[in-house]
């Protein structure tokens, strides 16, 4: 054994046996230690959890990661402003980019009546068999049955809707739109389906038909208003963006999703930095109790700091020794303070029911079950700021320890 | 005595100077944190509560009892105008607007949308809602002027019109009759939020009455107090004038905007529990700092005692220190907590991806935080006392202190 691993052997055994020279001392750091990185784990994932839901849903109801449309129908969603449908070509190239799903859809506003109410609407036509991994309507259906086929005469709308509307399943409502010739459009149709949104106001406003009967209705055969992608992870769409990007047409524009709806994107760009935040914030309330026990830990052993020094331990192993007596502290706090994060937030997996605030939610656009998560990425970065920070604080006092004067320290009362 | 008792509290405060102060810097953190983010919360809440009523629905509605449920142009309230002026006169306030509400297709020369159309009192309405502040171009409706329309910003570009244009609106009446008319678009607002530049456009109450065939009715009226705090006084006032009326009821903006309160509900919730998760950090700190220094001095405690003085005595001295220690860290806590919201509250404060997210909650894009004795002194406060508990563990065990064991302790 080379004398260095002998040395570091007994600096890591007199570090050890030092923290638990005053156990109760190193028992309230460690617990405050626990605290602090258990409310960071933990905090962060319920966050976590909440932006994730609230991307997912509004992701779906934008829907898709990509929408490709007419460049002036953003500024004006008629159905003047519809594209051709994709021709074999286009999608052949679609599914070698990589898209996992894609779909077309039109998008007009149109006017809904009953017997007795009458509502502007979002009149959407779908192609039902792709929905389910684009907008996840097929899951919200409440009472009847979802669209089946392009062709389906059907037509789908909110529960709110038909509350307003005093209608319900099996009832026919009139639907009135535009076509490209500006003459008002008109077609009765029965309601096959009625369906239930995490987000109540949008059950207002979106009403599903099947595309192909829209194209005869708007006289618009072989056109549509959106082609919409989604890739593998919305985390990650830029390349497949990128690329899709360069296959277009200039008559043609995409837009990610970021794009489209900028709150969205502020979510989900705020959220790294406010999971750094909140660690660092919780790190620098622990760093003074840290800074304090390590300064008391040393104050209490100036005698025999100054004795060992004098009997010849160099300096630079003093500091070592007390840099190992804080990591071991760090160490044994976060160990414990994983643990109960860990354990408190594998019973919340199943979700945390917060319908008290419901309507408060629906307004950040979340929904009233929270399902927090837990992301490796977290844990590991509250680990790495409370080791790394930690011993960065510890500095100061152990180099101020190791430049003690035998002499005066022997002396020390 | 009790002076002696004090200037021993404070120099054994100061025997482990560096002790102390990392303790007092722990608080002063925590507190200065909580001074700038209970500010800011309280600042933004107001601001929230106030832009999301004022935009449009009041602070108070009165209302056919089934309206809120089902806003159908049917549930009206007879006799609106009358009502609104005996209100105002009272009430003895101005801020009061009748309004009737239904829904129509407008059509311009080559565009058709689903609207909202609101029949709004023009001399009162401007009192009530920012709305008709936000005209962007043209004007505001005049009063008494009929045929004339006000429309949003989105909408106008929708349906290709502009000021002068003429707009053609198809609804269904209150008696379920056809309900239609030309308006001339004289102004269009703009408000920042597209779903209310999109969908909703108004007109003169008594036009509104005579296409919808509503004779004198309207479905709500609208009141703005002039603070938050006149909400509770004006609608125990209202209730109480309304009292056995089966047709008009009074709404405040809790009724109103269900999600405005409980999304403040919500983020105190959360804002809570990372204030609560700092003050328990703090008392960790204040416990350890006690327990040491109660420890350390056994020896000094049992010759104390010796000499006569009871355990209480000495436990009320550790509270004393502490008591001291925290009233620096509070008094310190504070003055810094002040002086950064205070000077962020003339410049004002905002992180990136702030104006995305104030938009949703009608917030401005730099928040200025409100500096108030409560948003000073709330969080300092519960600091003080957390750390006040936290003493409490190192002085009780004084009363099993022994004098000749706790003389001999090393």
Not at chain 1, 147 to 168: F, H, K, P
Not at chain 2, 202 to 215: E, I, K, P, R, T
Not at chain 2, 321 to 340: C, D, K, N, P, R
Request: glycine share 8%; net charge neutral; proline share 4%.
């Amino acid at each position: 054994m080379s004398v260095f691993q002998s040395q570091a052997r007994v600096v890591l055994t007199l570090s050890w046996r030092n923290l638990w020279r005053n156990s109760r001392r190193t028992g309230i750091m460690l617990g405050a230690i626990a605290v602090g990185v258990w409310a960071m784990i933990f905090m962060t994932a319920l966050m976590r959890g909440m932006v994730d839901d609230m991307l997912n849903q509004g992701i779906r109801n934008l829907p898709g990661h990509i929408q490709v449309q007419h460049p002036a129908f953003l500024d004006d969603p008629s159905v003047v402003n519809s594209i051709a449908e994709p021709d074999s070509e286009f999608r052949a190239s679609l599914d070698r980019l990589g898209a996992v799903r894609w779909s077309t859809r039109i998008k007009v506003p149109a006017v809904i009546a009953s017997e007795r109410e009458t509502r502007g609407i979002n009149l959407i036509g779908i192609e039902p068999a792709a929905e389910d991994d684009i907008s996840g309507l097929p899951a919200l259906m409440d009472t009847g049955r979802f669209l089946e086929s392009d062709q389906d005469q059907g037509l789908i709308v909110g529960a709110r809707l038909a509350e307003r509307l005093e209608t319900r399943l099996g009832k026919r409502v009139v639907i009135m739109s535009q076509d490209p010739a500006n003459n008002i459009r008109e077609r009765g149709f029965r309601i096959v389906g009625i369906y239930r949104a995490k987000l109540p106001e949008l059950e207002e406003f979106n009403v599903y038909a099947a595309r192909d009967t829209l194209q005869q209705l708007l006289h618009i055969e072989g056109r549509v208003s959106q082609i919409i992608v989604v890739g593998d992870d919305y985390r990650d769409i830029e390349p497949l963006y990128q690329r899709l990007r360069q296959l277009l047409p200039a008559t043609l524009e995409a837009r990610a999703w970021y794009q489209i709806d900028s709150y969205l994107a502020a979510m989900f760009k705020m959220m790294d930095g406010f999971v750094l935040v909140w660690i660092i914030i919780i790190f620098l309330a622990l760093s003074f109790g840290l800074v304090n026990t390590l300064v008391m830990a040393i104050f209490e052993r100036v005698r025999e700091i100054g004795l060992i020094l004098a009997l010849g331990m160099r300096p630079g192993l003093i500091v070592y020794q007390i840099l190992l007596e804080s990591l071991l502290l760090l160490l044994i706090g976060l160990a414990i303070g994983n643990g109960i994060a860990y354990a408190s937030i594998k019973p919340l997996q199943g979700g945390l029911d917060i319908s008290a605030v419901a309507e408060g939610m629906a307004m950040m656009g979340a929904s009233s079950v929270l399902y927090p998560k837990l992301l490796a990425a977290d844990m590991i970065l509250a680990n790495v700021v409370v080791i790394v920070l930690g011993i960065v604080t510890s500095i100061l006092p152990a180099w101020r320890a190791a430049r003690l004067d035998p002499l005066r320290a022997l002396n020390a009362t | 005595m009790n002076n002696v008792i004090l200037r021993m509290a404070w120099r054994n405060l100061w025997r482990h100077g560096k002790r102390t102060w990392l303790t007092v810097g722990a608080m002063i953190f925590s507190n200065s944190l909580l001074v700038f983010s209970i500010s800011l919360q309280f600042g933004s809440y107001e601001m929230m509560i106030d832009n999301s009523l004022q935009a449009f629905s009041g602070h108070i509605q009165l209302q056919h009892p089934a309206y809120l449920e089902q806003p159908k142009i049917r549930y009206a309230i007879d006799n609106v105008t009358d009502r609104a002026q005996r209100l105002r006169d009272t009430l003895e306030l101005t801020s009061i607007s009748a309004r009737a509400a239904g829904f129509a297709l407008a059509s311009s020369r080559d565009r058709s949308y689903g609207l909202q159309i609101l029949g709004v009192d023009a001399r009162h309405e401007p009192l009530v809602s920012t709305l008709p502040g936000l005209i962007r171009r043209g004007r505001y409706l005049e009063p008494g002027a009929r045929e004339e329309i006000v429309i949003g910003s989105v909408l106008a570009r929708n349906l290709r019109i502009d000021i002068g244009d003429e707009l053609s609106f198809l609804g269904s009446g209150f008696d379920d009759s056809f309900a239609a008319g030309v308006v001339t678009v004289v102004g269009i607002f703009e408000s920042g939020n597209a779903d209310l530049d999109r969908s909703v456009a108004q007109v003169n109450l008594v036009y509104f009455q005579d296409s919808f065939a509503m004779g004198d009715a309207g479905n709500s009226i609208v009141i703005r107090a002039a603070q938050i705090d006149d909400v509770e006084p004006l609608m125990s006032r209202l209730k109480a004038e309304l009292q056995g009326s089966d047709k008009v009821v009074a709404r405040d903006w809790n009724e109103l905007q269900p999600g405005l309160r409980q999304a403040i509900r919500a983020d105190m919730t959360s804002a809570w529990f990372m204030y609560a998760v700092l003050i328990v950090l703090v008392a960790f700190s204040v416990l350890n700092t006690q327990l040491m220094s109660v420890l350390e001095r056994t020896r000094e405690f049992g010759t104390m005692m010796a000499l006569g003085l009871r355990p209480a005595r000495l436990a009320r001295l550790v509270m004393l220190e502490t008591g001291m220690m925290t009233a620096v860290g509070l008094l310190l806590g504070i003055g810094l907590g002040a002086l950064i919201t205070a000077y962020l509250s003339v410049v004002g404060f905002s992180y990136p991806g702030m104006a995305e997210m104030s938009v949703k909650f009608n917030l401005p894009e730099r928040m200025y935080p409100a500096i108030s004795l409560l948003s000073l002194s709330l969080g300092p406060l519960i600091v003080a006392c957390g750390s006040l508990l936290a003493a409490i563990y190192p002085a009780l065990r004084l009363n099993r202190l022994l004098p000749i064991e706790a003389m001999r302790a090393v």
